[in-house]
C-alpha cells in the first residue's frame, strides 16, 4: 500500500509513468536525463537476472520504479541509457522475491 498518492509526493509528483535518458558523447546537446528526483529514489533490489536493472522506491510514499541504466561503449564515444518505470506494488514485490528471473 502506498503511504500517499503518488500526486502529493514531493520526489514522484515529478516523476511520469516511464521515465528516459540518454546521452551520447560527443553530442552533449541533444543529451537528455533523468529528472533530479528520480536521485532521490532508494535501491532496494539488484536484479540477479539483468544485471542492468535495479528495483529502487520512494522512501516519501513508497512507490516503486525498475531502473534500467546501461553503457554502451562504441567505437569513437559511448551512449548511456536509463529507462525509470513505475511499478505497481505486486509487479515490485514480484521482483523483489524473484530477483533471478524475468517478470512474465
Ligand atoms: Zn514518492
Redesign the pocket.
Known sequence: MAL?P?CE?????H?SELQCGFQVRGREEQDTFLPESAKQLKTVKELKYDHRQVIQQ??????YYRLFSEYEFIIGGSNDEQILTRLTDDEAHWSIENPNQAPK
Open positions: 500517499k503518488v509526493c514531493s520526489i514522484c509528483s516523476l520512494c522512501a516519501e510514499c513508497g512507490t
